[in-house]
């Protein structure tokens, strides 16, 4: 049986709840808001190094979500790619979706494989569409992580309707959120490729 106690607190958790819901809602209205950017049909590089246009990304839908993960060196993308694994069949079914990093195509190839990834990968390795999407600190040169969304109009056009920054806490990966409810939270827990049983 619940305390009685907890009430009032549960209360609280909701009504805090709600004004973030508003909050989100108010962030989706502002990003809606936003004028597209209009994008080049930037090349990427599969796994066999065969060039793949931007425009060809799309494949039969008029939306792209594209995920910029920094690679093998980074066990917080991995983190968040393992996530994908399990979503990607369903994003595929609204838009098309493609995870970028910038490793060449064969060790993407290898590093994916040894992870059982079964997206999309393409590499932007030697290109500049991770940069020009904003996705390399102009300062230090390191990349950053996030997602890129496009639409590709009826005259072959392609603009970057959405972007988002990747991080701890964020909405992308939901295991930080189940965290948030631990007691001691995640304890300065940090993502591993591979953990003891």
């Not at 209009?38 to 796994?47: F, I, P």
């Not at 793949?52 to 939306?63: N, Q």
């Not at 972007?163 to 631990?182: E, Q, R, T, V």
Request: with cysteine; proline share 5%; net charge negative.
């Amino acid at each position: 049986m619940m305390d009685t106690k907890t009430i009032p607190m549960l209360e609280e958790t909701l009504r805090i709840r709600k004004e973030i819901e508003a909050k989100q809602e108010e962030l989706i209205a502002l990003r809606k808001s936003l004028p597209p950017q209009r994008v080049d049909d930037y090349t990427l590089k599969d796994w066999e190094g065969k060039e793949v246009r931007l425009s060809e990304m799309f494949g039969d839908k008029t939306d792209l979500i594209v995920v910029h993960n920094m690679g093998k060196r980074c066990s917080y993308c991995t983190l968040w790619a393992d996530g994908f694994n399990g979503l990607h069949m369903h994003l595929n079914d609204r838009a098309s979706f493609v995870v970028v990093s910038p490793d060449a195509p064969e060790v993407q190839q290898q590093f994916a494989t040894s992870r059982g990834w079964q997206f999309r990968m393409l590499s932007g390795h030697e290109g500049n569409f991770i940069k020009e999407m904003g996705y390399i600190d102009k300062e230090d040169g390191s990349y950053w992580p996030g997602v890129s969304t496009f639409r590709r109009l009826e005259d072959g056009t392609k603009e970057r309707v959405g972007a988002d920054i990747f991080g701890p806490g964020d909405p992308y990966n939901s295991l930080w959120h189940f965290f948030d409810l631990l007691d001691g939270g995640s304890k300065d827990w940090q993502p591993k490729y591979k953990y003891d049983k």
